[in-house]
């Protein structure tokens, strides 16, 4: 199961970090997915981290804002987001696939076999 959380409200130029809790399978043995979605829009992958590996792929609209790493401790995935822009405003989820996706997969949101439960995050102007 993932749990995600960490959503909220801050003002263009803040920052928020999300923490995707899993439970039932280690994260350093899946591939690991944040996506979010606005209203009226289809969801989107944002930020990635394959099983076995550190480098983390992204998409241009959150490069050089937003980070995702790995707790193998915690058992947890977190994504830093920083500069955060009102078009950031959405529900965010995380999503796991087990083992390695190839980067044409990452994107799929039928490449994954578990999701957690939305955490809002909404920006203002």
């Known amino acids: 199961q993932l749990q995600a959380s960490g959503g909220g409200w801050v003002q263009d130029g803040g920052s928020l970090r999300l923490t995707c809790t899993v439970s039932?399978?280690?994260?350093?043995?899946?591939?690991i997915g944040w996506f979010r979605q606005s209203p009226g829009k289809e969801r989107e992958g944002i930020s990635f981290?394959?099983?076995?590996?550190?480098?983390?792929v992204n998409a241009d609209s959150v490069k050089g804002r937003f980070t995702i790493s790995r707790d193998n401790a915690k058992n947890t995935v977190r994504l830093q987001m920083n500069r955060l822009q009102p078009e950031d405003t959405a529900a965010y989820f995380c999503?796991?696939?087990?083992?390695?996706?190839?980067?044409?997969?990452?994107?799929?949101?039928?490449?994954?076999?578990?999701w957690g439960q939305g955490t809002l995050v909404t920006v203002s102007s």
């Open positions: 981290l394959r099983k076995g590996e550190s480098r983390t």
């Open positions: 039932g399978f280690r994260v350093d043995d899946s591939t």
């Open positions: 999503a796991a696939a087990k083992g390695r996706l190839i980067t044409s997969r990452l994107w799929a949101i039928d490449s994954y076999d578990y």
